[in-house]
């Protein structure tokens, strides 16, 4: 019998949470291709994964697949999706507008993964009034403010290191606690939720699969 549990009651395993994100893209492109069904075979196929590794992910969700049918892949990708929290549109900020919050800002589709961008900031008087992905940057001395009316809950941090700290501590005052995070600081703080993105070591594990040609994600 079908049984999809609760999933806000589901206590993942971490190394079954880093999987999630990789679930999620490869099932909306078989989503999106017209795909009705999948088997944990034809799904580890394409994640480069193992059939019996994908059920062990799945069944932490329930008993929903049923044999020799497969997962029906608009159910499974929802239930994934679910606990990605991606449907939910949480305020985020960009703080640092310049090529880096600009690259960001601009070609990231924030909404397509559960965030929705609500304004841009920097100190920079250089920068302060232009536009990024048709916000004004506004300057960071007023975030407060902005903050209060807001409340936007995550930030994406893309200013210099030497400056990550200060400005980390400000939006915690805000109430901000979560953030990605490309400073290059390493932020561990208490009570926050972080991604740090170091894009330097995914260049290098490129760099070292080049050299061994064994590695791949």
């Given amino acids: 019998m079908k049984s999809i549990k609760n999933i806000k009651n589901v206590k993942l395993p971490a190394p079954v949470i880093k999987r ?3 679930y999620y893209r490869f099932l909306t492109e078989v989503y999106n291709s017209g795909t009705k069904r999948i088997s944990s075979r034809k ?3 394409l994640m480069g994964n193992t059939s019996s590794q994908i059920r062990q992910d799945i069944n932490w969700f329930g008993n929903f697949g049923e044999k020799g049918h ?3 892949v608009s159910e499974l990708r929802e239930i994934i999706s ?3 929290g991606v449907n939910n549109a949480k305020k985020i900020v960009i703080v640092g507008a310049g090529n880096l919050g600009k690259a960001v800002g601009s070609h990231v589709d924030f909404r397509s993964w559960g965030f929705r961008v609500t304004g841009v900031f920097d100190k920079d008087p250089s920068v302060i009034g232009s ?3 048709g916000f004004e940057v506004r300057d960071i001395a007023g975030i407060a403010g902005f903050c209060e009316d807001n409340r936007p809950v995550a930030a994406v941090l893309c200013v210099p290191r030497t400056a990550a700290e200060e400005t980390v501590k400000l939006l915690m005052n805000c ?3 979560a953030f990605w995070n490309f ?3 390493n932020l561990k703080e208490e009570g ?3 991604q740090n993105v170091r894009l330097a070591d995914s260049l290098m594990l490129l760099s070292h699969g080049i050299e061994t040609e064994k590695y791949s994600d």
């Fill in 131 to 133: 536009k990024i992905a």
């Fill in 82 to 84: 679910g606990a990605l």
């Fill in 70 to 72: 497969g997962y029906l």
């Fill in 20 to 22: 999630l994100p990789k």
């Fill in 43 to 45: 799904l580890a196929e």
């Fill in 183 to 185: 400073s290059y600081y």
């Fill in 192 to 194: 926050i939720t972080v």
């Fill in 175 to 177: 109430g901000v606690k």
